[in-house]
């Protein structure tokens, strides 16, 4: 009897640390419009205080984010250069998000993922309350739901599945506070997101994160999120992958799935003269500043790509049934 207790005592405790280490994804709601149809922005890789033209591209969101009647804005992570904030009063919070993105179409939800060059700094900073209350545009949270009733988007915090910030940060400094061990909290992300890609009844299923899953630019693939997060991507029929981490504009689609991947994070600083082909099929690659636009209906979305001057330079359709091109 005492080694069934022993081992019952064991049990109980292995179950309340998988509990413990293992929450529910926090969901938020944002209904569609009274037509059905939902409109957002998407940029990344934006904060540099309006420099590498951040204003410009800013000022062109704003324009047609007034056209498109926008529902809200996702930013696909590294919101803050070079290295994150360094606190809750940071002024490079008001320096680079609220005294840029001044447009009136602009004054909507920012739902905001981390990138790596946030961890360099003080994360808990970026998900503190403290700087909704400064600007009540911004969220931004490592793991989170949001429901539009057409679309569920699933925001996904990427960088601490990338091993090498880990193993070898070189001169850089990343905050693993609430992250670490890493060898626990990936699991627990991967079931739990696979928990709440099975529970979503939506017509659309969107996950956002910061690094890229395929890309032919400077960083091009991630081999973690290839290997780890991609598999959960497919098993649950995700339609788009959108991320930042490249600083271009990318459609990318993928070979043996109906995955769109979609690269936005040309918000200020763009490389230029990279170009590593992949396996997967190249749709649209832009390496410039600008941002991306998303139109959608229960049955059809748009996405368009604009450049740093608005203009626009790539539009793609897809139905939800047929999953087919234009």
């Given at each position: 009897m005492a080694g069934f207790a022993r081992e019952t005592m064991a049990l109980a405790i292995l179950l309340f640390a998988i509990l413990a280490c293992s929450a529910e994804l926090?969901?938020?709601?944002?209904?569609?419009?009274?037509?059905?149809?939902?409109?957002?922005?998407?940029?990344?890789?934006?904060?540099?205080?309006?420099?590498?033209?951040?204003?410009?591209?800013?000022?062109?969101?704003?324009?047609?984010?007034?056209?498109?009647?926008?529902?809200?804005?996702?930013?696909?992570?590294?919101?803050?250069?070079?290295?994150?904030?360094?606190?809750?009063?940071?002024?490079?919070?008001?320096?680079?998000?609220?005294?840029?993105?001044?447009?009136?179409?602009?004054?909507?939800?920012?739902?905001?993922?981390?990138?790596?060059?946030?961890?360099?700094?003080?994360?808990?900073?970026?998900?503190?309350?403290?700087?909704?209350?400064?600007?009540?545009?911004?969220?931004?949270?490592?793991?989170?739901?949001?429901?539009?009733?057409?679309?569920?988007?699933?925001?996904?915090?990427?960088?601490?599945?990338?091993?090498?910030?880990?193993?070898?940060?070189?001169?850089?400094?990343?905050?693993?506070?609430?992250?670490?061990?890493?060898?626990?909290?990936?699991?627990?992300?991967?079931?739990?997101?696979?928990?709440?890609?099975?529970?979503?009844?939506?017509?659309?299923?969107?996950?956002?994160?910061?690094?890229?899953?395929?890309?032919v630019s400077d960083h091009g693939d991630t081999p973690e999120l290839l290997a780890l997060l991609l598999p959960v991507l497919k098993d649950n029929g995700v339609d788009l992958y959108v991320n930042g981490h490249d600083h271009c504009l990318e459609h990318i689609s993928s070979k043996d799935s109906p995955i769109q991947y979609l690269t936005s994070g040309g918000g200020s600083k763009a490389w230029r003269g990279v170009f590593t082909p992949n396996s997967d099929k190249l749709q649209f690659f832009h390496d410039g500043q600008g941002f991306m636009s998303l139109q959608l209906t229960a049955a059809a979305a748009n996405i368009v790509f604009y450049d740093v001057f608005g203009q626009e330079l790539y539009q793609w359709s897809v139905t939800k049934n047929l999953h087919a091109a234009e």
């Open positions: 926090q969901r938020f709601e944002s209904p569609a419009k009274p037509d059905g149809s939902l409109s957002i922005l998407v940029v990344g890789d934006w904060g540099r205080k309006g420099q590498f033209n951040q204003s410009q591209v800013a000022t062109q969101m704003g324009r047609i984010g007034e056209e498109l009647d926008i529902d809200f804005v996702v930013s696909t992570g590294d919101n803050f250069y070079e290295d994150g904030l360094t606190g809750v009063d940071d002024k490079a919070f008001e320096e680079s998000f609220t005294d840029i993105y001044t447009s009136k179409s602009l004054q909507k939800q920012w739902y905001s993922v981390l990138g790596n060059h946030d961890y360099r700094g003080d994360v808990l900073a970026q998900l503190s309350p403290v700087l909704r209350n400064i600007d009540s545009r911004w969220l931004c949270l490592r793991n989170f739901i949001l429901n539009a009733e057409i679309v569920d988007f699933f925001f996904v915090d990427t960088t601490p599945l990338v091993e090498s910030y880990w193993t070898n940060p070189e001169d850089h400094h990343y905050d693993w506070r609430e992250v670490a061990p890493r060898e626990n909290y990936i699991p627990n992300l991967l079931k739990d997101l696979d928990a709440a890609l099975k529970e979503s009844t939506a017509p659309w299923k969107i996950v956002v994160g910061h690094h890229t899953m395929r890309s």
